[in-house]
């Protein structure tokens, strides 16, 4: 998920007379919010669960913190609140964090059968540290099966301290001036949990140390309550123009992909720090017209259990393109089946058919052209929406855990907000869009679209 896209959204919306349609939540984003970034619209304050009695270490009092009286409030995702521009393969677990400077949190849990996983520590401000699966410690008689061949399951320890020493294994700093109004965040993030099944995902214990006396908090009763969200320090503006000049590039028009500003991930939501992203703007084409987006697909891990990380030709952890609602609460596109179930707007790597060159291309259509879309060859079909048809849209490419060996990744990309920068640094690997009739995509393939 993305935090606010603030006024290079806002100009591109304004034409289209886009409104917030907030759920009535306090501090409900009203612009774009990215995978990660999301969370912060969902997470509950836990402060109305009611502790259940958990025995001190050591016989010591109980540690209670005001407003951690329980554990992992809240689960956002796709599937269940579809807030934020949330990935659709991805489930983010939420702590609101409470936590006097003298403080220490533990996190004591297993490792997941999923892809990836990661946990992270933001301040009130938004701004993320992230510990990435494969640099978490197992505990002793346990094996990372991202740092080694092995089955999950194993046994690791996360704290989360003030000042942890630089190197320490397996720790991320506490965040700093947290009150009940104004909370730091823990989030624990799962991409592709085997067999799409977050409800197997075993969630680590949370145990408060302070003051010699430590209580591990008991589950939470009830999740997605009310919310409180980062501090932001105003809407995050378009990036600088090249060289640090200050001066605001204009808002890229429709269909052009750019990288968002990193103001827009740090000051306004709590977005995923090791994940990059590159968004467009899309209005819907007349009826008998198709979007077709396609670019060389960055090499990935496959499958959806745990892998070692590096791995020689491997070139993202994951990546995904999506397709959502520009307006707030910036859903992915959501469309009930005939048959049943739901078809999410967002295609996972996996889910993405590449071509012999290694290219994907994704042809962007209405339901009623899903069939025909689907008879072309070497195309991977995303939907508009069902219910507001009109949009406007948010097209967005992720790239998650970049190699550090792959250099056309948007990690690499310095000036947001600028298509051709986006261009320069991808290469082959940069998204190249076209409008096109259904019938010349049917009739002669993608390649007459983009020509």
Known sequence: MMAGIGSVGKAMARPWSCRGRGRGRPGRVAAVTGMAAGMATALAACTSAQPSSTAPAGGSRPAIVPGMSCAWPDVLSAQTDNTAFPDAAAEYFGQPVVAPASSRIVLAGRFPDARYASVEVYTPAGAGTSLPDYRIAPRPGSLNPWQQRAAPGGRFTVTIRPDPAPGHAST????????????????????LPAGHDSSAVPLPALTVEQGGAARTLPACRSRNASIHFPAASGPAAPAAGAGGSGTAAPPPRQLQFFKPPQ??????????????????????PPAADVVVVTAKAPAFAPGSHPLP???????????????????????????KLPGGGTDYGCRADEATGLNAAGDYTYVIGSESQRAAIGRV?????????????????????????????FAHSPQGITQAGNPAAAAAVMGPYYPRTAVCPLATLTARGPQACLR
């Open 377 to 405: 060859p070497g195309v991977t079909f995303l939907p508009f929406s069902t219910t507001r048809p009109a949009g406007p849209y948010l097209l967005g490419l992720r790239n998650v855990l970049v190699s550090s060996s």
């Open 263 to 284: 103001s827009t991930f740090n000051n306004g939501g709590l977005a995923d720090t090791d994940t990059s992203y590159l968004l467009a703007y899309l209005l819907r």
């Open 309 to 335: 990380w590096p791995a020689q030709g491997e070139d993202v952890r994951y990546w995904s393109m999506c397709v959502g609602l520009l307006s707030p609460p910036t859903p992915v596109v959501a469309n």
């Open 172 to 191: 991320l700093p506490l965040p700093a001036g947290t009150t009940s109004q104004h909370t730091g965040y823990l989030i624990y993030r799962v991409y």
